[in-house]
């Protein structure tokens, strides 16, 4: 009783939070390492630019592996160890790329650094649903987001900088480590929920039902996951051919067109923002499905923009659509259940690493026979889906849309 009084008090409340912002915000910053590093791998290694890009890509192998098995860890180890864990393997990692020279040197390092930040990224989300509850879950969700968003956005720029000032690429990743650091002194000075416990609980009471029975939740859960995984295959898609169909279509120049993905990046990071405030007022399931809708007109305005002014706003507005899906999902499909699971927080997770995935296979593929126009109006049509299928998963779990305005 001790023990909860203490996780629940503010000064620790506090500490948590600081930790998992930090955590989410040096996720987004490795996780567009691969896309700026590349150049300066290639020519300090002695490989081919070609070459180091694909071995980075292998980095989004590791971190869909390290999502697939961070609910497992999780049963093992406290969230402390587990960091030092993770921090002593990241640093051989970081020795190691200053004695590789080949490609597949570095595709092997690249993998155990995605599996350490696919377990990573976990490990907030698994905070917050043993800490919070209700409208606060979807909102703490949503801001852990917003963190990914202003790593991915801001850490190119600093990274821009440090290549002016001829600062070696490794040292990028040294930057991180030494974030790091900060966290784990942090979390000496909190006190941390048991995930761990809580879990295996769960574990065993779930086996049990499903020998019984198909759980009614399950499927609302898979169908939440699903939309996870529409949603990162909208964006990813988007925003692999986004600047090709501005160049093409509006005979703006690529670079011009590279700008509307900071534009993207830009609004999302604002739309989580938003979100973790809003969803406090409004049901997360009925801001999702607003959310969606706001996607889809973005989308419609990209193909009847007048003017470059109104397209970079359409590419804002679908970038803000797209934030706080993510977030919300992972609290609204945990919120399903009767007790948060690590296990359905890491599925979650991991289902947005495949999405990912798949999305660059298949906007590849449509590129390569129909173009990236047909990748757009994809993005925009799987918004719509994303509607309906929250919009079914509402009806079902009794928190029908009419009623839940009726409210305010």
């Given at each position: 009783m001790?023990?909860?009084?203490?996780?629940?008090?503010?000064?620790?409340?506090v500490k948590i939070?600081?930790?998992?912002y930090i955590?989410?915000?040096?996720?987004?910053?490795a996780?567009?390492?691969?896309?700026?590093l590349?150049?300066?791998?290639?020519?300090?290694?002695?490989?081919?630019a070609?070459?180091a890009?694909?071995a980075f890509?292998?980095?989004?192998?590791?971190?869909?592996?390290?999502?697939i098995?961070?609910?497992?860890?999780t049963?093992?180890?406290?969230?402390k160890?587990?960091?030092?864990?993770?921090?002593?393997?990241?640093?051989?990692?970081?020795?190691?790329?200053?004695h590789?020279?080949s490609?597949?040197?570095?595709v092997?390092?690249?993998?155990?650094?995605?599996?350490l930040?696919?377990?990573l990224?976990?490990?907030?989300?698994?905070?917050?649903?043993h800490?919070?509850?209700?409208?606060?879950r979807?909102?703490?969700s949503?801001?852990?987001?917003?963190?990914?968003?202003?790593?991915?956005?801001?850490f190119?720029?600093?990274v821009?900088?440090m290549?002016?000032?001829?600062i070696?690429?490794?040292m990028?990743?040294?930057l991180?480590f030494?974030?790091?650091?900060?966290?784990?002194?942090?979390?000496?000075?909190?006190?941390?929920?048991?995930?761990?416990?809580?879990?295996?609980?769960?574990?065993?009471?779930?086996e049990?039902?499903?020998?019984?029975?198909f759980?009614?939740?399950?499927?609302?859960v898979?169908l939440?996951?699903?939309?996870?995984?529409?949603?990162f295959?909208?964006?990813?898609g988007?925003?692999?051919?986004?600047p090709?169909f501005?160049?093409?279509?509006?005979?703006?120049?690529?670079?011009?067109?590279?700008?509307?993905?900071?534009?993207?990046?830009?609004?999302?990071?604002?739309?989580?923002?938003?979100?973790?405030?809003?969803?406090?007022?409004?049901?997360?399931n009925?801001?999702?499905?607003?959310?969606?809708?706001?996607?889809?007109?973005?989308?419609?305005?990209?193909?009847?923009?007048?003017t470059p002014?109104?397209?970079?706003i359409?590419?804002?507005?679908?970038?803000?659509?797209?934030?706080?899906?993510?977030?919300?999902?992972?609290?609204?499909g945990?919120?399903?259940?009767?007790?948060?699971?690590?296990?359905?927080?890491?599925?979650?997770?991991?289902i947005s690493?495949?999405?990912t995935?798949?999305?660059?296979i298949?906007?590849?593929?449509?590129?390569?026979y129909?173009?990236s126009?047909?990748i757009?109006?994809?993005?925009?049509?799987?918004?719509?889906i994303?509607?309906?299928?929250?919009g079914y998963?509402?009806?079902?779990?009794?928190?029908e849309?009419?009623?839940?305005?009726?409210?305010?």
């Amino acid at each position: 009783m001790n023990s909860e009084l203490e996780i629940s008090s503010f000064g620790n409340k506090v500490k948590i939070s600081i930790v998992m912002y930090i955590m989410m915000l040096t996720c987004g910053m490795a996780v567009i390492l691969p896309f700026v590093l590349k150049s300066q791998a290639a020519a300090a290694i002695g490989i081919s630019a070609d070459a180091a890009g694909y071995a980075f890509s292998f980095y989004m192998v590791g971190m869909l592996l390290g999502q697939i098995v961070s609910g497992y860890i999780t049963k093992l180890m406290n969230l402390k160890t587990e960091m030092i864990g993770i921090a002593i393997l990241f640093l051989i990692c970081i020795a190691t790329l200053g004695h590789i020279h080949s490609a597949m040197s570095l595709v092997v390092v690249e993998i155990v650094i995605g599996i350490l930040f696919g377990i990573l990224v976990t490990l907030p989300f698994f905070i917050v649903v043993h800490t919070v509850d209700g409208s606060s879950r979807a909102s703490q969700s949503n801001l852990l987001d917003l963190f990914f968003g202003i790593g991915s956005f801001t850490f190119p720029m600093i990274v821009g900088r440090m290549f002016i000032h001829h600062i070696d690429w490794k040292m990028t990743y040294v930057l991180i480590f030494v974030i790091w650091i900060i966290i784990l002194i942090v979390m000496i000075f909190t006190k941390l929920p048991n995930v761990s416990k809580v879990n295996i609980v769960l574990a065993a009471k779930y086996e049990q039902a499903d020998k019984e029975h198909f759980s009614p939740w399950t499927f609302n859960v898979i169908l939440m996951a699903v939309v996870i995984f529409l949603d990162f295959v909208a964006f990813t898609g988007f925003n692999y051919y986004m600047p090709e169909f501005l160049h093409l279509k509006y005979h703006i120049s690529l670079e011009t067109g590279f700008f509307g993905l900071t534009i993207f990046w830009a609004c999302y990071a604002i739309g989580c923002g938003v979100a973790g405030a809003v969803v406090k007022k409004i049901p997360e399931n009925i801001y999702m499905m607003f959310s969606a809708i706001i996607g889809f007109i973005g989308v419609v305005l990209i193909f009847f923009a007048a003017t470059p002014a109104v397209l970079f706003i359409a590419v804002a507005i679908f970038g803000y659509g797209c934030s706080t899906i993510y977030g919300s999902s992972i609290a609204y499909g945990a919120s399903i259940l009767p007790k948060p699971s690590p296990r359905v927080v890491g599925f979650f997770i991991c289902i947005s690493g495949i999405g990912t995935f798949f999305g660059e296979i298949y906007a590849t593929w449509i590129h390569q026979y129909f173009g990236s126009g047909i990748i757009i109006v994809i993005s925009g049509i799987l918004m719509i889906i994303l509607f309906l299928i929250v919009g079914y998963v509402s009806m079902v779990e009794k928190k029908e849309i009419l009623r839940t305005l009726n409210k305010f």
